[in-house]
């Protein structure tokens, strides 16, 4: 793979997807072997695709609630699902039962899906921060505040976490420190969470 660090090729395109649930439902699937899911549409390459074989019944095996919509898409990693509300919380929640393990609060919604590596947590938010949160206890490792809201879903890759805001800025951020390595200003809104593949990154913008 290539030095990550300015390597990337940007490709600008519209997108708009607006998704908006209140109850997370868990339906029960026989899977031949659990694999984590641990990242907007599964992997890097934002395919949606999974190895695992999905068996029926397809049966409702719980439920839970926020205490508002639920925009963005859970993950699964460890056991776990987590969750982010626009009720301002990111939930970890047991895959088998649906209890909630723990809860991190910020100022504002929660509406970009979070993406699981190395134990941790990456998720942005409308009061303008990415977070990283540690997976097991919910504690905060550190925010770094983007000056946009940040509706996508980071993109991890090797030590950079990559993501857009909606005040039209992409941001590449050191995994382990937070600090921003670089950015690329002069598009519109970015809602879309990049994708990655053959060394180019890919997101959408309005313009």
């Known amino acids: 793979m290539n030095n990550l660090h300015g390597q990337f090729k940007l490709r600008k395109f519209n997108l708009r997807n607006l998704l908006f649930l ?29 190895l695992n074989a999905i068996l029926p019944p397809f049966d409702l095996a719980w439920r839970f609630s926020t205490g508002d919509n639920i925009s963005a ?12 509300s626009e009720d301002t919380k990111l939930y970890a929640i047991n895959a088998k039962t649906g209890e909630r393990i723990w809860s991190f609060k ?47 879903s980071p993109l991890v890759r090797g030590n950079l976490v990559l993501v857009g805001t909606e005040a039209g800025e992409f941001f590449a951020i050191d995994l382990k420190t937070g600090k ?8 519109g809104s970015i809602r879309s969470s990049a994708a ?12």
């Open 22 to 50: 209140v109850t997370l439902l868990m339906i029960y699937i026989t899977p031949v072997q659990a694999v984590d899911w641990s990242t907007y549409r599964g992997g890097a390459t934002r395919n949606a695709v999974t």
């Open 73 to 84: 898409s859970p993950i699964y990693a460890e056991g776990r699902i987590f969750l982010a």
């Open 106 to 152: 910020a100022s504002r919604a929660f509406r970009s899906t979070p993406a699981y590596v190395k134990g941790a947590l990456l998720v942005g938010c409308d009061d303008e921060n990415l977070y990283k949160i540690q997976a097991s206890d919910g504690s905060l490792i550190w925010k770094k505040n983007l000056g946009g809201k940040i509706s996508a």
């Open 180 to 187: 921003a390595v670089w950015t690329k200003r002069g598009f």
């Open 196 to 207: 990655y593949y053959n060394d180019t990154v890919v997101f959408g913008s309005q313009t």
